[in-house]
T-cell receptor, first 113, second 114 residues
Framework: GNSVTQMEGPVTLSEEAFLTINCTYTATGYPSLFWYVQYPGEGLQLLLKATKADDKGSNKGFEATYRKETTSFHLEKGSVQVSDSAVYFCALSPRNTGNQFYFGTGTSLTVIP | KAGVTQTPRYLIKTRGQQVTLSCSPISGHRSVSWYQQTPGQGLQFLFEYFSETQRNKGNFPGRFSGRQFSNSRSEMNVSTLELGDSALYLC?????????????FGEGSWLTVV
């Protein structure tokens, strides 16, 4: 079946610290992988995506690489800011199933000044 | 370009009632999917519509239903509401149903069942 396992939170970091949020997946075939971010009271926004093995998605200083051999898509940022405080969701979209996404449980990040 | 619009944003219903939520996708998007978000279960897929046809359905009881209109707008309905239906209901739209599409979410409809 399809599932996403995401690092448990909450995570608290100081400003300018390095961030890693782990994400591993189980899927039939080769899915597309996504990171979404949810700010308080809002819907989810796409942060980055990768659609095939070894692709690197990047946006706003965040990066994640699609690793087929380890079935992982870990999110990283070199220097977090207070404005990065949010909940981060890893997700997969199986191939040829339309837009049915499978989401991880979310990781809450708080960045303190 | 306007984003995904969901109405109403907040509503309170009594157990046993029914509710209808509305979603207007991004202009030009023909696929609409619905998700339920709760603290305990996280984000769970409800169903997806494309060209007025339901393409996929998640593991939810028949009390949850939806439809899509010719202008791609979608509604979902929950009948005989239960306390456990209290959740944030998120609508997402996408251009079509090609693999690897990004889905774009609305801000959601907060449903409280009392």
């Amino acid at each position: 079946g399809n599932s996403v396992t995401q690092m448990e939170g909450p995570v608290t970091l100081s400003e300018e610290a390095f961030l890693t949020i782990n994400c591993t997946y189980t899927a039939t075939g080769y899915p597309s992988l996504f990171w979404y971010v949810q700010y308080p009271g809002e819907g989810l926004q796409l942060l980055l995506k990768a659609t095939k093995a070894d692709d690197k998605g990047s946006n706003k200083g965040f990066e994640a690489t699609y690793r087929k051999e380890t079935t992982s898509f870990h999110l990283e940022k070199g220097s977090v800011q207070v404005s990065d405080s949010a909940v981060y969701f890893c997700a997969l979209s199986p191939r040829n199933t339309g837009n049915q996404f499978y989401f991880g449980t979310g990781t809450s990040l708080t960045v303190i000044p | 370009k306007a984003g995904v619009t969901q109405t109403p944003r907040y509503l309170i219903k009594t157990r046993g009632q029914q509710v209808t939520l509305s979603c207007s996708p991004i202009s030009g998007h023909r696929s609409v999917s619905w998700y339920q978000q709760t603290p305990g279960q996280g984000l769970q897929f409800l169903f997806e519509y494309f060209s007025e046809t339901q393409r996929n359905k998640g593991n939810f009881p028949g009390r949850f239903s939806g439809r899509q209109f010719s202008n791609s707008r979608s509604e979902m309905n929950v009948s005989t509401l239960e306390l456990g239906d209290s959740a944030l209901y998120l609508c997402a739209s996408s251009l079509d149903v090609s693999s690897g599409n990004t889905i774009y979410f609305g801000e959601g409809s907060w449903l409280t069942v009392v």
